[in-house]
């Protein structure tokens, strides 16, 4: 559960302990880029909070530009 080179200060479950207290939250932790920038068009659209979890370290590219995130869908 660690966030890599950031360390120990850096746990996902510190972000879990404080989001579950947020009614109704979706989280969403995506991929890549591609993924990434679909998840942000959905955030925005979206009627609800929604935290999204991204990292500072490169990933590689996994999808194609043309993916489309869909909610509740691995």
Do not use: N
């Amino acid at each position: 559960m660690g966030y890599g080179e950031l360390g120990p200060t850096h746990q996902s479950i510190e972000d879990v302990a404080w989001l579950r207290a947020v009614d109704g939250l979706r989280v969403v932790v995506p991929a890549d880029p591609a993924e990434t920038a679909s998840v942000l068009r959905w955030a925005a659209a979206y009627d609800g909070p929604v935290f999204v979890r991204v990292s500072r370290t490169p990933v590689p590219a996994i999808q194609d530009a043309s993916y489309e995130f869909v909610a509740g869908k691995a």
